[in-house]
């Protein structure tokens, strides 16, 4: 069965530059949502969508933004990043968005700036 | 508020042996969901279970179980006869049904080694 794929896997930057994560869910999962996994840490919840409007929003700084688009992708867009931002960054689908829909996660990006 | 607690920080046991990972929630909703989710070394997040508020009916899928206690807000998760592959960090999470963003909260997880 066909997973949520994410882009790039790993992903290596300098301080202040910018990184863009993609994310492709499940085909025919309308809501999307993404995590930051720190070292060591449970995942954070940063921010979802769903039909392509933002649908709630958690712990996400204000230098990131995301959207998703008509094919249900998304792009996480990080800008000045930070030595802090060096985390795991999962992307999650489901199907709808009412609660207790099951969230099945990509293999995650593995963002490192330096 | 919502909140998961995994008391358990790490957990070591000799392969064969039977473990349990104990997982802790609070929330004021009366529907809600509970969720296991494994992080193998590799790092994704494999899905593993979920139990809503009023299925307190015990779950058992293959070396896995799950013994969900609304008396005691507790989802603990059994592993029997534990194999060296079920070596991961495990994650409880919860949803309420109410929260239409629908984001889960983990639990800081219980990393799991099983030693040959």
């Known amino acids: 069965a066909a997973g949520v794929i994410q882009s790039p896997r790993h992903l290596i930057k300098e301080k202040r530059e910018t990184a863009t994560l993609k994310c492709y869910p499940i085909p025919r999962h309308d809501t999307v949502y993404w995590y930051q996994q720190g070292p060591g840490q449970d995942p954070q919840f940063l921010i979802s969508f769903y039909e392509k409007m933002q649908s709630d929003k958690g712990s996400i700084p204000d230098r990131f933004s995301a959207q998703q688009f008509s094919d249900y992708h998304s792009e996480l867009n990080m800008s000045s990043l930070e030595l802090g931002d060096s985390a795991l960054y999962f992307c999650a689908s489901s199907l709808g968005t009412s609660g207790g829909r099951t969230q099945y996660f990509g293999p995650g990006t593995r963002l490192t700036v330096l | 508020a919502q909140k998961v607690t995994q008391a358990q920080t790490e957990i070591s046991v000799v392969e064969k042996e039977d473990v349990t990972l104990d997982c802790v929630y609070e929330t004021r909703d009366t529907t809600y969901y509970l969720f296991w989710y494994k992080q193998p070394p590799s790092g994704e997040l494999v899905f593993l279970i979920r139990?809503?508020?009023?299925?307190?009916q015990n779950e058992i899928s293959g070396r896995y179980s799950w013994n969900f206690q609304k008396s005691t807000s507790s989802f603990n998760f059994t592993i029997t006869a534990s194999q060296v592959v079920d070596s991961a960090v495990y994650f409880c999470?919860?949803?309420?049904?109410?929260?239409?963003?629908?984001?889960?909260?983990f639990g800081p997880g219980t990393r799991l080694s099983v030693l040959p």
């Open positions: 999470a919860l949803s309420e049904a109410n929260n239409y963003g629908q984001n889960f909260v």
């Open positions: 139990r809503n508020s009023f299925d307190e």
